[in-house]
């Protein structure tokens, strides 16, 4: 038992191995500082627990246990490729990490390595939420931890963030331009444009996620974790009658680039409807809170970006204002 350092000269690369109860476990580091740090502060935690009588009380779950039981649990279809590579990044920099601290600080190095590595922070934020959410789940739904550490995980807004908001007449002609053939896909572009909801959440509905006029998403369904509620126009109630689409994600991919291509918008991409929902709720002065609920995010500021489209809400903040001039004048 207890923390053993050695240099892997192939790899140039530091690692700290160690077995208790049984169990071994490693994690790789850069530099022998690092490594020896790391093994100092491990043996002084695993003293200090088994001296307090806590050590084998309570079971510690592996990143990849996480893993393996969000993906059996609840539908990552929309998270498919960025779940593969985090697991890839873990098993090479950080094999056998456990949830908790330790997995959060191996997270905040891969978010640096990536940044480093010259990854869009669009791209970073997505395979941290993969680390997200798995540490939500094990506190929230698993009981694995005593503690939320999820929100301590900080995903920057992107600089180079994309803003491509179609008006409604854009987004007729987009529809319009489906090739006849993609019938199905046609209908789940069109709902795609009604509800805001992701490709992965269209494609994984089924008729027991429809009632009484409305789409119900559970947690399992969700990138957050979390329910949604979002209401059906009449338009897009027919859309729902046949739950789920004869379809798969690359004929609605294949389709909806065919008709961008057609009205000549090559930029556009399917999860910029998302944005021109949102946006069209917006410009019709729907409150910033219920585009966050419709869209599922996990806060306003997320959603403020939208906050552009709605020009009537500052005339409204005018009409608030006290007239100041022209008052009659004070006699002293």
Not at 16 to 21: F, L
Not at 73 to 102: C, F, N, T
Not at 212 to 238: F, S, Y
Not at 270 to 299: M, N, P, Q, V
Request: hydrophobic share 35%; charged share 30%; proline share 4%.
């Amino acid at each position: 038992m207890g923390y053993t350092v050695s240099h892997r000269k192939d790899r140039g690369t530091w690692v700290v191995r160690c077995t208790v109860n049984g169990q071994r476990s490693q994690r790789t580091f850069r530099t022998e500082g690092e490594a020896r740090q790391y093994a100092l502060k491990a043996e002084a935690q695993r003293q200090e627990d088994e001296f307090n009588g806590v050590m084998g009380r309570k079971p510690k779950y592996t990143f990849s246990e996480g893993l393996q039981r969000m993906v059996s649990e609840y539908d990552v279809r929309s998270q498919k490729q960025h779940i593969l590579l985090v697991a890839r990044w873990m098993d090479e920099h950080a094999p056998g990490v456990i949830i908790g601290q330790e997995l959060l600080d191996s997270a905040r190095r891969m978010q640096k390595a990536l940044k480093e590595k010259g990854l869009a922070q669009s791209t970073i934020n997505n395979r941290t939420q993969v680390v997200k959410r798995v540490l939500s789940l094990s506190y929230r739904e698993w009981d694995w931890i005593d503690l939320p550490l999820d929100g301590k995980l900080r995903k920057p807004t992107p600089k180079n963030e994309r803003h491509v908001y179609l008006t409604e007449q854009e987004l007729a002609e987009l529809l319009a331009a489906v090739p006849e053939r993609y019938q199905v896909e046609r209908e789940v572009i069109l709902l795609a444009m009604l509800t805001g909801m992701r490709r992965g959440e269209l494609m994984a509905l089924e008729s027991r996620n429809v009632y009484d006029g409305r789409i119900v998403l559970m947690p399992n369904q969700t990138k957050n974790g979390k329910p949604r509620i979002i209401p059906l126009t009449e338009e897009a109630l027919p859309l729902v009658k046949a739950l789920p689409f004869d379809t798969t994600g690359d004929r609605v991919r294949g389709a909806f680039e065919k008709a961008r291509e057609k009205i000549g918008r090559p930029d556009i991409r399917f999860h910029d409807l998302r944005h021109c929902y949102a946006s069209l709720l917006a410009s019709k002065g729907e409150a910033l809170t219920s585009i966050r609920d419709l869209l599922g995010h996990s806060s306003l500021t997320v959603t403020s970006r939208y906050a552009h489209a709605d020009p009537a809400r500052w005339e409204s903040v005018v009409a608030k204002l006290p007239r100041i001039s022209n008052q009659s004048a004070t006699t002293h």
